[in-house]
């Protein structure tokens, strides 16, 4: 089993520039997560999908949109990137709201 | 929303001593977790713990859902504890989970 899988690793955009992170999780879970972690801080819940069907706004969902394409797969989409943008996401995934959670190895994004 | 504090923000032990991390959180929950991030970022699950007490190896949690606090218990620490730790919480209102600030350990060989 591979778990929660993120693409990509590494990431560097310019400012205005779009793109899309993927994650796919095998391990049949009905909810998924994206977070943000920035330099020295906790985890900030992006948007969270809890279940197939379903999207809903985390703590900081401005500047971002999701698509909850299957069970298995949740993608956060930046469409014009800013500097403040810049942190490490994560995709996180679970069975339910009173489960453990898997997370991803993450991916560092850097907006100049 | 749910606030979620944890204590003490940093720990610096000699590798073998013990040490207790707190999680305070100011309402109910119905899922209070506890995760490890190595010095590698990688995020790892210790306990699943919305109440009571629970062991794995030299780790031990405990959480008083009456009194809104968590408890991790570290014994004979080894340099491989090292990182950030982390209690996370879901409110009985729904899927939204609240990170606390993590507890940043160092342990000395």
């Known amino acids: 089993n591979a778990g929660v899988t993120q693409t990509p690793k590494f990431q560097v955009l310019k400012t205005g520039q779009s793109m899309t992170l993927q994650c796919a999780q095998d391990?049949?879970?009905?909810?998924m997560y994206w977070y943000r972690q920035d330099p020295g801080m906790g985890l900030r819940l992006i948007y969270y999908?809890?279940?197939?069907?379903?999207?809903d706004k985390g703590e900081v969902p401005n500047g971002y949109n999701v698509s909850r394409l299957n069970k298995r797969e949740f993608s956060l989409r930046l469409e014009s990137a800013a500097p403040s943008q810049t942190s490490v996401y994560f995709c996180?995934?679970?069975?339910?709201?009173?489960?453990?959670?898997?997370f991803g190895a993450g991916t560092r994004l850097s907006v100049l | 929303g749910i606030q979620v504090e944890q204590s003490p923000p940093d720990l610096i032990l000699q590798e073998g001593a013990n040490s207790t991390l707190r999680c305070n959180f100011s309402?109910?929950?119905?899922?209070l977790q506890w995760f490890h991030q190595n010095p590698w970022g990688q995020l790892i699950n210790l306990f699943y713990?919305?109440?009571g007490t629970k062991q794995n190896g030299r780790l031990s949690a405990t959480t008083v859902a009456t009194e809104r606090y968590s408890l991790l218990y570290i014994s004979s620490s080894q340099t491989t504890d090292s990182g950030v730790y982390f209690c996370?919480?879901?409110?009985?209102?729904?899927?939204?989970?609240?990170f606390g600030a993590g507890t940043r350990l160092f342990v000395k060989a």
């Open positions: 996180a995934s679970t069975l339910s709201e009173r489960q453990s959670s898997y």
């Open positions: 391990m049949n879970h009905n909810s």
């Open positions: 999908s809890a279940s197939e069907g379903t999207t």
């Open positions: 309402d109910s929950v119905n899922n």
């Open positions: 713990i919305p109440s």
């Open positions: 996370a919480v879901v409110g009985t209102g729904g899927f939204k989970t609240i």
